[in-house]
């Protein structure tokens, strides 16, 4: 409630969809009608050549579906009355026999009489269809369309020597549709599209090659296969993949990443259809182009994690949509940096690196200095600060110093342009920012493929605050590996004998002792106790903090994915 009495109104920031461009509203915001304009174009005047392919390459989420529509809808209304499209999801289709499914489709887009002609010939070659087959075909040529067809295909597949029959009667076919429509230029073209073949299991994407290259090899056919073509490639068998590739497609269309220009319509789009266009500055703006290698999809999906994030989070109401918005930004392009924010020690990561900057750009830039803030920040990490009238020398070796204190990432981080604007505005000062940065966001982003199998682990974690590790136990317990948590040194020692660990995890820091992890598992391995793998799972990584987990012998991390990968490498 506002003074006023007036509950605040919730602006209404909506989800982003994610059907290719001509559908669900979605609107080209990078030009892909004009691409698609050119392809017709290209495919039309090579009406002559076909059959032929032309295959639609790009990685996850670049709008190869968006272009395929697109290119649908312009073939159509170019020429509607000599180019038919038909569309098999390689993927999606139904159908047991994907081999089958496309023919069938080819089949289906040839006009009633055609198909009628074909039941006829087939009649007459009694060979092919034998007598009983020959009453059913009769019968459904006059009982419909869709049944003809599947009876032409019952009668071709009947056994293995008439599946050869099926190119020549597919040819015939063809060869029928192509005659009854007008000539030269004017010339019929049917343009099959294949979407989402390199979804497709293996044996199904090798299915759909030979279904093309030797069924449905003939005149007037044009094929557009949507697919990635490194995934492709990989499922017909690596470098040998590739030569069978090149067999099947003849001319490949990758599509480009978004230009700038483009890139910066597409976000300004997204950001205006999805309500949040005040977030975001233009800082903000290139993070997102840049951050998700100018991926659509991903694009869409950060805008989505924070929309669902303000409607779920409600807390985060007080200090506004414009901090969230940051926050979500790091959770996700900087999400080791996030994760120290989360650490839940009462040193705030945010202003830590802040004051690094200054004392930093003082010691190499000769920037204004503030020497309250690096006294804020040399005691946070137990440092005593350069004297006022220090020389260049020993500010530099202060900076050294500092930095093996700090987490490993801050100096790379230093020199990123777009996250120390987004730090810089970050609204740090309150109470409030305190208590929530240190809850975890609603939709928390892992990396973590899943565990092997684990039954063989028994692990020790010991760290005083263990509610914090939820996550990877559950991952860790998933996989079959037996779990006991315990809070100190006293426990770990009790554990030891009862569970006789093969896998340690430690915290770092614990109560007012800030290298109690270090200390234990010194003393485990020093008196004989715990000489197996051992890792420390903890708030911050500073250079400092990986010297002395290596001199135990351990690994040091502070990314759960990460901590699981390294156990499930070293089960
Ligand atoms: N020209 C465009 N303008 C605006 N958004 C687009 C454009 N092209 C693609 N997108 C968006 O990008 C996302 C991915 O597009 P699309 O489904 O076409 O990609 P794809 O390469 O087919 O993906 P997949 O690899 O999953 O098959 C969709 O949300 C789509 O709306
Ligand atoms: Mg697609």
Redesign the pocket.
């Known amino acids: 409630m506002t003074e006023l009495g007036f509950e605040p109104i919730r602006p209404p920031y909506v989800v ?6 001509g559908e ?1 509203g ?8 004009e691409t698609a304009r050119n392809l017709a174009e290209l495919i039309l005047a090579s009406r002559a050549a076909a059959p032929f392919t032309l295959a639609v390459d ?13 290119l649908s809808s312009t073939l159509e209304n170019n020429e509607p009355d000599a180019v038919s499209t038909v569309w098999f999801n390689a993927w999606t289709s139904a159908r047991a026999d994907a081999v089958e499914g496309l023919i069938k489709s080819v089949l289906f887009s040839f006009d009633r009489n055609v198909v009628r002609r074909t039941v006829r010939g087939l009649l007459r070659r009694t060979q092919v269809v034998g007598a009983l087959r020959a009453a059913t075909l009769v019968a459904s040529s006059f009982f419909g369309f869709a049944h003809a067809v599947d009876e032409i295909w019952r009668a071709l597949a009947l056994d293995a020597k008439s599946r050869n029959e099926i190119k020549a009667v597919v040819r015939d076919m063809a060869q029928d549709w192509l005659a009854r429509g007008g000539k030269g230029t004017n010339r019929r073209l049917l343009v099959v599209f294949i ?2 073949l ?2 497709c299991a293996d044996d199904r994407v090798f299915a759909v090659c030979e279904a093309i290259k030797l069924y449905l090899d003939v005149p007037g056919i044009v094929f557009v296969l ?1 697919c ?1 073509q490194v995934v492709l490639g990989q499922a017909v068998g690596g470098t040998a993949g590739a030569q069978y590739l090149e067999k099947i497609i003849q001319v490949n269309y990758p ?1 480009p990443a978004p230009g700038e220009e483009e890139a910066q319509r ?1 976000v300004n ?2 950001v205006e259809h999805s309500g949040t266009a005040h977030l975001f500055d233009d800082s903000m703006k290139r993070l997102l182009v840049e951050r998700t290698g100018r ?3 991903r ?2 999906r950060l805008i989505n994690s924070f929309v669902l994030e303000h409607r779920l989070n409600r807390s985060w109401d007080d200090l506004g949509a414009k901090n969230l918005v940051k926050v979500v930004l790091l959770q996700h392009f900087y999400p080791t940096f996030y994760r120290n924010m989360l650490s839940g020690t009462d040193r705030d990561p945010v202003r830590e690196f802040v004051d690094y900057l200054v004392f930093r750009g003082f010691v190499r830039q000769h920037s204004e200095g503030d020497p309250l803030r690096w006294r804020r920040l040399f005691d946070a990490v137990k440092l005593a600060p350069p004297s006022e009238d220090a020389d260049g020398a020993e500010l530099e070796a202060s900076l050294a110093e500092l930095e093996k204190q700090l987490p490993v990432e801050f100096p790379e981080l230093a020199g990123d342009r777009e996250f120390v604007s987004l730090v810089e505005s970050l609204f740090v000062d309150s109470v409030e920012w305190q208590r929530l940065i240190q809850q975890p966001l609603v939709s928390q982003a892992s990396s973590f493929a899943g565990p092997r199998d684990l039954r063989r682990l028994r692990v020790l974690w010991i760290d005083d605050y263990p509610d914090g590790n939820r996550w990877p136990i559950d991952q860790l317990e998933a996989g079959g590996a037996k779990v006991e948590s315990v809070t100190d040194r006293a426990g770990a020692l009790a554990a030891l004998s009862r569970l006789r660990p093969n896998v340690l995890i430690s915290d770092v820091r614990r109560g007012d002792d800030d290298k109690a992890g270090f200390t234990d598992l010194a003393y485990l391995r020093d008196n004989g106790l715990y000489g197996g793998p051992a890792f420390f799972y903890c708030g911050q990584v500073t250079p400092a903090r990986v010297r002395a987990a290596k001199q135990l012998d351990a690994e040091i991390t502070n990314d759960p994915g990460e901590l699981l990968s390294l156990i499930d490498e070293s089960a």
Do not use: F, H
């Not at 979605?26 to 009608?33: H, K, V």
């Open positions: 982003l969809n994610d059907a290719p461009v669900g979605t609107e080209d915001l990078l030009g892909t009608a790009a990685r996850w989420g670049m709008g190869k579906s968006s272009l395929m529509r697109t979407d989402d390199d979804r949507g990635d599509i597409l789009g997204y991926n659509p999809r694009i869409k």
